[in-house]
């Protein structure tokens, strides 16, 4: 919903659209998890195979990410918005949605 549109909702309208949206988030992210648990299973039961990253591998993935991150921001910034604030809140919702609802287990 556009920011403007959302400030000019009467106070109890947004109380209802908050008093639901964690409830959503929670069945839409239990919808995802069962889809994905099958279609792996599915995957595994024909054949292909997966591939896990080492601790090592992963932090390398983590530097990889960060330097995306960062171009990121930076592009963000060259179009006159908050390139940092954007990927600071995006990261911070992750951190909060992985803490609430779970990290995705495989």
């Known amino acids: 919903m556009n920011k403007d549109k959302w400030n000019s909702l009467p106070k109890d309208l947004k109380e209802a659209f908050e008093a639901v949206a964690d409830a959503a988030v929670k069945k839409a992210s239990t ?6 648990d099958e279609t ?3 995957a595994k039961a024909r054949g292909h195979k997966f591939i896990y990253l080492t601790e090592n ?3 390398n993935w983590e530097e990889i990410i960060r330097n995306l991150k960062d171009e990121y921001v930076k592009e963000l910034n060259a179009r006159g918005l908050p390139g940092e604030r954007i990927v600071q809140t995006a990261n911070n919702l992750a951190k909060k949605n992985n803490t609430t609802y779970g990290k995705v287990k495989y």
Do not use: M, S, T
Request: charged share 50%.
């Open 31 to 36: 919808i995802w998890q069962k889809r994905d």
């Open 40 to 42: 792996i299973e599915l």
């Open 57 to 59: 591998e992963y932090k």
